[in-house]
């Protein structure tokens, strides 16, 4: 049975996410897992009672994740080589390497790489928690998944902006579907810690502050969102 990670040993995001997320007995989807440190932080935490579902599409990061799995003898962890989508077929991917997080994938028309795509609920039926980072796709996947996976509890996201989705409609979509939804911010009581806010259907990308900016001058906007149908602890 794995050890769960200790507060100490977590990262911010993983500190916010054991805090908040039910993830004892659960069946929980990895979206967009990359090399698998969440996955793995999932599968600790579950302390052996939940299966862990890592969907990732790079041929680079489905290695490492292969390897994490017999590594922390976890019976109960598989991995989906695919990407997700609102539809199944193809997608096309813009890949590369950053410094921090290694090999990273983005669905664009005119990426370079092709990848088989499915939708969640073929993928994962069962899910009861998501984590959804898949660097802006986030919006086509909810808007297809939300009604047909009712039996989700959580969902953590990392909502990207982008011209033809606006933030007050995929906050609105999981209003609808039941959900509080509770943004991270800065705990000025513990510098470096995450802690919940909850937000407004309201709340438009003009406030929230930019991460950096794009090239072409364009701010880049992202938002770590927990949609919960509890509300969490802090």
Not at 25 to 30: E, H, K, L, N, Y
Not at 215 to 223: E, K, N, V, Y
Request: proline share 10%; glycine share 8%.
């Amino acid at each position: 049975m794995p050890t769960p990670p200790t507060p100490e040993s977590r990262s911010p995001q993983e500190e916010w996410y054991a805090t908040n997320l039910p993830l004892r007995q659960q069946v929980i989807a990895d979206v967009g897992a990359n090399e698998g440190r969440l996955s793995a932080f999932f599968w600790r935490e579950g302390g052996g009672s939940s299966q862990v579902v890592s969907i990732e599409p790079l041929a680079e990061n489905i290695a490492l994740l292969g390897a994490r799995i017999p590594a922390e003898a976890a019976g109960l962890w598989r991995v989906e080589p695919c990407a997700v989508s609102n539809r199944a077929g193809e997608v096309k991917l813009h890949a590369g390497v950053t410094p921090k997080s290694g090999w990273n994938s983005v669905v664009h028309p005119h990426g370079a790489r092709t990848a088989r795509a499915e939708t969640l609920a073929t993928l994962v039926p069962d899910v009861t928690v998501v984590k959804l980072d898949i660097e802006g796709h986030e919006h086509e996947v909810l808007e297809e998944a939300l009604p047909r996976l009712p039996r989700v509890s959580a969902w953590a996201i990392e909502l990207h902006q982008r011209p033809d989705r606006s933030l007050q409609g995929v906050l609105g979509l999981l209003m609808a579907h039941g959900y509080r939804v509770f943004a991270a911010t800065q705990d000025p009581q513990r510098p470096g810690a995450w802690r919940s806010h909850e937000i407004p259907a309201t709340l438009d990308w003009s406030q929230v502050p930019p991460s950096g900016m794009r090239p072409h001058g364009q701010p880049i906007r992202t938002l770590h969102v927990l949609a919960l149908r509890h509300p969490p602890t802090r």
